[in-house]
C-alpha cells in the first residue's frame, strides 16, 4: 500500500508563499505522474497541478499558472508544490495523489492514493 503525508500548510498573508511538501512511503512511485488538489468548504475538490516522474512534463490549472510551481525527487520520493502570490482564494485543504498510470491526468478519478491533506489559509 502507498502512503502519502502532507506537510508544510499553514496561515500565511495574501502575497506570501508556502512550499508544501508530499512524503511517498510503501513503494517508489518513479513510473507514475503525481498531483495535487485542493478543496475548499462546500466545494468540490479540484486539480491544482500534476507531474509526470520520468517526463518531467507538468500541467497545471489555470487559476495558479505562474503563481505555483509542483516538483519531485524521485530519489527522496517526494513531490513539492510551491506556491507564490498566495490569493485569500487560494484557502483550501490541500491534497496529494498518486495518478493511476505514468500520464498526467487532471481528473479526481484518474488518482489512486491520497494523503490526508493539509490546511493553507491565507489572509487578507
Known amino acids: 500500500q502507498v502512503q502519502l503525508v502532507e506537510s508544510g500548510g499553514g496561515l500565511v498573508q495574501a502575497g506570501g508563499s508556502l512550499r508544501l511538501s508530499c512524503a511517498a512511503s510503501?513503494?517508489?512511485?518513479?513510473?507514475?505522474?503525481m498531483g495535487w488538489f485542493r478543496q475548499a468548504p462546500g466545494k468540490e475538490r479540484e486539480f491544482v497541478a500534476a507531474i509526470s516522474w520520468n517526463s518531467g512534463t507538468t500541467d497545471y490549472a489555470d487559476s495558479v499558472k505562474g503563481r505555483f510551481t509542483i516538483s519531485r525527487d524521485n530519489a527522496r520520493n517526494t513531490v513539492g508544490l510551491q506556491m507564490n502570490s498566495l490569493k485569500p482564494e487560494d484557502t483550501a485543504v490541500y491534497y496529494c495523489?498518486?495518478?493511476?498510470?505514468?500520464?498526467?491526468?487532471?481528473?479526481?478519478?484518474?488518482?489512486?492514493?491520497w494523503g490526508q491533506g493539509t490546511q493553507v489559509t491565507v489572509s487578507s
Open positions: 495523489a498518486r495518478g493511476k498510470s505514468y500520464y498526467i491526468r487532471p481528473g479526481r478519478d484518474e488518482y489512486d492514493y
Open positions: 510503501g513503494r517508489t512511485l518513479s513510473t507514475n505522474a
